[in-house]
């Protein structure tokens, strides 16, 4: 689909209204925000104002959360007690000094998750409040989560103080899993509910994204990027063995943006993909964090690669310099890389191959040597990956969607990079 055929459809985006749920736009509502995003071992981060008076606080961006998560100074049930279970250098965000946040556990009661994929065998738990949050132009008042530490978390500080989660949005779903950026929206604060991101690695990239690592898009696309690219759309799905294979979460978790596999090739040879079970399918969840780091293979996939590239057992001190999986990992010949083959992956819904090539899934690492970036969930050919910032150096992600007039939906494009537009492109307030 050419963007000049989309454009017909973002207006129905922008305007759509879910009856006595949601406002519609304002005249006034903000067009597309662009935040600047650095990257970081644990993933993208930024900064975000949050409170009354602001209160600027470094933030990871996650695809795969619910709401947005704060660090408070609560441990052990104590309102403000950091010391008892914070570092001494974390940066955590103070709602006392907040005279905009109110407590919403009313409404929502705190929950606690474990095992969780933020503290996984210590508990996750979280209170429910209202404060001031600013996303770019638009600051509201929203429901997010606080923390109630109940273990120590002192060992060393955090590079953030918050998560701000943009999962999707399904039928059903309070506040309690709405991003700041989605009751915005439902607010009549944005224009448009599509989020959109492009990963600066090329350097031909470099201008596009004025000097940061990533640009994160509120409110619509980035269209000085995709402007000449074909966009396709891919209906979103749930996948129950998301949360046993790539993200485990009890209670379970299974707001993902994800769509299902239909094909793999390595070079021009077809793999064989299988579900991982009846009810999940071959799941491709979207995360563009620590988690989606190495291109998703089946692991006899990654085995065949291996044997293509000659890689050879490779033992490392700490193996996340290279991705956190539990699969093997192997080092290959630098001089070779160019003569490696491509990955690619077909999608249900389109014949759209997406390709990536060699030098995308191999990784210099600080000593020089090469290796390769791979994720192997699963066993045999049963295919569940995680498609993150190796897939998308070349490319753009998008999601949109609201639950009652148009379900969830990943898109995807080529990122094309053209000179950047000031008329289109916002820097965030941490880039001025």
């Keep these: 689909m050419q963007l ?91 709602p006392a000094k907040s005279t905009s946040h109110r407590d919403a556990s009313k409404r929502f009661p705190s929950r606690t998750w474990l095992p969780n994929h933020f503290f996984f065998w210590e508990p996750l738990t979280v209170d429910y409040a209202q404060d001031a949050v600013q996303i770019g132009p638009v600051t509201s008042n929203s429901i997010m989560q606080f923390s109630d530490t109940n273990f120590d978390l002192s060992a060393f500080p955090y590079p953030f103080t918050g998560v701000l989660g943009l999962s999707p949005v399904f039928k059903g779903d309070n506040a309690s899993f709405q991003s700041p950026f989605y009751q915005q929206w439902k607010a009549g604060q944005w224009k448009n509910p599509t989020i959109s991101f492009v990963y600066c690695y090329e350097e031909s990239m470099k201008p596009t994204c004025g000097g940061s690592d990533g640009l ?20 979103n799905y749930v996948f129950p063995d998301v949360n046993t294979l790539a993200f485990e979460y009890s209670p379970g978790l299974y707001n993902y943006w994800a769509t299902p596999l239909d094909s793999l090739w390595i070079g021009d040879e077809l793999q064989p993909t299988e579900p991982t079970s009846n009810s999940s399918g071959k799941a491709s969840i979207f995360d563009h964090a620590s988690y989606g780091r190495g291109i998703p293979l089946t692991p006899n996939a990654y085995d065949k690669l291996v044997n293509l590239t000659g890689g050879q057992p490779l033992t490392l001190e700490d193996p996340t310099i290279i991705n956190n999986g539990n699969q093997s990992m192997y080092s290959v010949d630098c001089g070779n890389v160019a003569s490696f083959p491509t990955v690619s992956y077909k999608f249900a819904g389109h014949d759209k191959v997406w390709t990536n090539t060699p030098k995308h899934y191999v990784e210099t690492l600080p000593d020089g040597r090469c290796a390769l970036n791979v994720r192997a969930m699963a066993t045999g050919d049963r295919f569940i990956g995680n498609f993150g910032e190796t897939f998308f150096k070349d490319k753009v992600a998008i999601m949109s969607g609201f639950p009652s007039k148009f379900p969830a939906t990943v898109l995807l494009a080529g990122a094309l990079p053209h000179p950047p537009d000031a008329s289109t492109t916002t820097k965030s307030d941490s880039a001025k």
């Excluded at 981060?45 to 795969?64: A, M, R, Y």
């Excluded at 994160?216 to 209906?235: H, L, T």
Aim: proline content about 6%; aromatic content about 14%; charged content about 20%.
């Design 4 to 94: 000049s055929k989309l454009a017909v459809l973002l207006p129905l985006l922008a305007g759509s209204t879910e009856a006595g749920k949601m406002r519609a736009p304002r005249s006034w509502a903000a067009d597309r925000f662009d935040m600047q995003l650095t990257w970081n071992q644990f993933g993208f981060l930024s900064h975000q104002k949050i409170g009354n008076p602001p209160q600027e606080i470094p933030i990871f961006v996650d695809w795969t959360w619910i709401s947005q998560y704060i660090l408070s100074p609560k441990c052990y049930g104590e309102e403000n007690d950091p010391a008892a279970c914070l570092n001494a250098q974390q940066l955590y965000y103070d």
């Design 216 to 235: 994160q898009s509120f409110g619509g696309i980035m269209d000085q990027v995709v402007k000449d690219s074909e966009i396709y759309w891919y209906a």
